[in-house]
């Protein structure tokens, strides 16, 4: 159980912390927040300070700064973001018009203009050391631009870009940042609050299987310190009213969110709890809890599922009527019994290992939820974390408190790879990374600049800083 005076690790960064992000439709007005989390050897903290036009952040400009992540993503993590506030609303399932484009422009001048001071808080993935503190101002987007067209008062194009402060972009580039589901966040709605408490348990379970805190303390950590919330009253009709909607969401970490309620001597405690689920309605054995489980896993994920199961090839033995290579819940034995020996190979070097009942079942559940190519891919990530953190695996069941960690950072590989190969295959540079810039009507080369590998992004360029570039297919961009 988690000790606790520990409550999140500072190392995951200080934009994972659920109490920078206020409700959307909070009436506090805060603009000055100071937040202190505790570790085993010190304290990390964090001074924030509005901006007095924008206001403080909300879980709305969460939204929107995942948003960009996702969209640095995809393009293979490029210092200079280009995008369109069109496409932010797209990402976060927000309905287009007049008050999307005014809340997303909003939500973006806050991740721009809201001031940090950080004290023992970020870890660079460069220096491989937490910072003791910086010594200027720090804010999450260190550069933005909005540009918009309009003809008759309607925006009828945006170029639009931004850059990520030093810090979180050398961070995303090393791949050290907690993954987010964003589909789980986007669930939640308007409902501010949800998702602060979604984001607070995805924290606190990331290297555990069960956290309790008394309820005045998680209000206290995602900032909801109003006059409304100092009743424990009000505090526990607020949880009773957003516990359901918690129940069931996948964690980053691996497996399901169950939230409890219980009475204490002194008032109530939260309860947090991982379920690891299979993804049917079959039971299976709760890696923390004696207790059987059915819940039904969420569509995005079912589609995931059956995407990468059509990626894998059909094994003809699978229809074979020996007992060795016959299916169980449409994973073969034989599967389940690889990747137990892989654990064993890769972990301590021992091969011909028996599987027992337990391990095959349990590597039947990865199996089943992420795929065997993949469930592959979280064993050797699970490996390399553990001996980066110098965390002793003992059994199989160790592996699935890697396995949503694993699997996010599978799919970013693909990602990676398959950008690679566009890069290498680009059309407007022709496979040579750069493009000309060029002067006047001789069109002399003036130097190169690095191609974005996309048109638009070509176009934008090109247009906000006033140069001609000349494409490999010699087309002049201008």
């Given at each position: 159980m988690m000790k606790e005076d520990v409550l999140v690790r500072p190392e995951l960064n200080f934009e994972k912390w659920p109490g920078i992000w206020q409700p959307i439709k909070s009436n506090s007005k805060l603009y000055e927040i100071v937040l202190e989390r505790k570790t085993t050897d010190s304290i990390s903290k964090v001074e924030i300070t509005a901006n007095s036009k924008y206001g403080p952040l909300t879980t709305e400009a969460?939204?929107?700064?995942?948003?960009?992540?996702?969209?640095?993503?995809?393009?293979?993590?490029?210092?200079?973001?280009?995008?369109?506030?069109?496409?932010?609303?797209?990402?976060?399932?927000?309905?287009?018009?007049?008050?999307?484009?005014d809340s997303i422009r909003k939500g973006l001048y806050q991740l721009r203009f809201t001031a940090f001071i950080l004290d023992n808080v970020f870890y660079?993935?460069?220096?491989?050391?937490?910072?003791?503190?910086?010594?200027?101002?720090?804010?999450?987007?260190?550069?933005?631009?909005?540009?918009?067209?309009?003809?008759?008062?309607h925006v009828t194009k945006e170029a639009c870009y931004c850059e990520?402060?030093?810090?979180?972009?050398?961070?995303?580039?090393?791949?050290?940042?907690?993954?987010?589901?964003?589909?789980?966040?986007?669930?939640?709605?308007?409902?501010?609050?949800?998702?602060?408490?979604y984001s607070h348990f995805d924290l606190l379970l990331a290297n555990t299987s069960i956290c309790r805190r008394p309820i005045e303390k998680s209000f206290a950590?995602?900032?909801?310190?109003?006059?409304?919330?100092?009743?424990?009253?009000?505090?526990?009709?607020?949880?009773?009213?957003?516990?359901?909607?918690?129940?069931?969401?996948?964690?980053?970490?691996?497996?399901?969110?169950?939230?409890?309620?219980?009475?204490?001597?002194?008032?109530?405690?939260l309860v947090g709890i991982k379920k690891m689920e299979n993804i049917d309605k079959n039971p299976i054995k709760n890696v923390c809890e004696k207790e059987n489980t059915t819940k039904e896993i969420s569509s995005p994920l079912k589609k995931r599922i059956e995407k990468l199961s059509k990626a894998m090839p059909e094994d003809p033995t699978t229809k074979s009527i020996n007992t060795d290579v016959v299916k169980t819940n449409g994973v073969r034995k034989e599967s389940a019994?690889?990747?137990?020996?892989?654990?064993?190979?890769?972990?301590?070097?021992?091969?011909?290992?028996?599987?027992?009942?337990?391990?095959?079942?349990?590597?039947?559940?990865?199996?089943?939820?992420?795929?065997?190519?993949?469930?592959?891919?979280?064993?050797?990530y699970a490996h390399q974390q553990a001996a980066r953190s110098n965390y002793k695996v003992g059994q199989f069941a160790a592996i699935l408190e890697y396995s949503g960690r694993g699997a996010a950072q599978y799919e970013k590989d693909i990602k990676a790879?398959?950008?690679q190969q566009k890069l290498e295959n680009c059309q407007f540079c022709n496979g040579s990374i750069y493009i000309d810039v060029i002067s006047g009507e001789t069109q002399r080369v003036r130097y190169k600049l690095k191609c974005p590998h996309s048109l638009e992004q070509i176009e934008a360029i090109s247009k906000e800083k006033q140069i001609k570039l000349r494409l490999a297919d010699g087309k002049i961009i201008e």
């Open positions: 969460q939204k929107i700064l995942y948003a960009l992540y996702k969209i640095s993503e995809e393009r293979g993590h490029p210092r200079r973001i280009y995008f369109s506030c069109n496409k932010i609303a797209k990402i976060i399932k927000k309905k287009w018009g007049r008050n999307a484009a660079d993935s460069i220096s491989k050391k937490r910072i003791s503190s910086f010594t200027d101002t720090f804010t999450i987007l260190s550069v933005l631009k909005i540009s918009q067209d309009r003809i008759d008062g990520f402060n030093e810090y979180i972009y050398n961070n995303l580039l090393n791949n050290y940042v907690k993954p987010t589901l964003l589909d789980v966040v986007l669930s939640f709605g308007e409902d501010g609050i949800a998702q602060s408490f950590d995602i900032n909801l310190i109003g006059k409304e919330y100092q009743k424990l009253s009000i505090m526990k009709r607020t949880f009773e009213r957003i516990k359901p909607k918690l129940n069931g969401k996948r964690l980053s970490s691996g497996g399901t969110l169950e939230v409890q309620l219980e009475k204490t001597i002194s008032g109530y405690d019994k690889e990747l137990v020996e892989l654990f064993a190979k890769r972990f301590f070097n021992l091969e011909n290992v028996k599987a027992t009942t337990k391990e095959l079942n349990q590597a039947k559940q990865l199996i089943e939820e992420f795929g065997f190519d993949t469930s592959k891919y979280i064993v050797g790879k398959q950008y």
